[in-house]
């Protein structure tokens, strides 16, 4: 690919995600194999992940309210950077024990209750935590992926 790399989550709109410890997930589109991707806080030694595919899951990392530089970069030494701002709260996630059977159930609605707050700030944080059941609810993995490339749900 003759392109940079690029993180379409949020179609532009900053992004906010919550403090903790955490594990971050995130998909790109474009550049070349292999790529390196990189997050890290000010003053902090911050985490690293590579690999050959368009997403990742960085190890997991203790985040503190503030800015949060999330890099990657391909193997042509294309980067891009995406800054994201860690919050210490947001509104919590409605009671969707009776909606939702299951707990993988409940989960996916929480996330996607999570992707409709502050107008499209908080899709990061949904996506991170449909990656707690993408590998085991189909349609978690499918709305992460949504979320990644950019689309933004509707209530």
Request: neutral net charge; charged residues 20%.
């Amino acid at each position: 690919s003759a392109s940079v790399p690029r993180l379409r989550i949020g179609a532009g709109r900053p992004q906010k995600i919550l403090v903790g410890e955490r594990r971050i997930w995130l998909a790109w589109h474009g550049g070349d194999e292999p790529f390196e991707v990189w997050a890290r806080q000010p003053g902090e030694a911050g985490v690293r992940a590579t690999g050959d595919g368009s997403t990742v899951m960085l190890p997991a990392m203790t985040l503190r309210p503030g800015p949060l530089t999330i890099s990657v970069r391909d193997g042509a030494s294309r980067a891009v950077d995406m800054v994201v701002e860690v919050v210490a709260t947001m509104s919590t996630p409605p009671d969707f024990s009776q909606a939702a059977p299951t707990e993988l159930a409940r989960t996916y609605l929480q996330a996607g209750w999570v992707a409709l707050q502050g107008d499209g700030a908080f899709l990061l944080e949904a996506a991170i935590r449909l990656s707690a059941i993408a590998d085991r609810y189909p349609a978690a993995e499918a709305l992460r992926l949504g979320l990644a490339f950019g689309e933004r749900p509707r209530p």
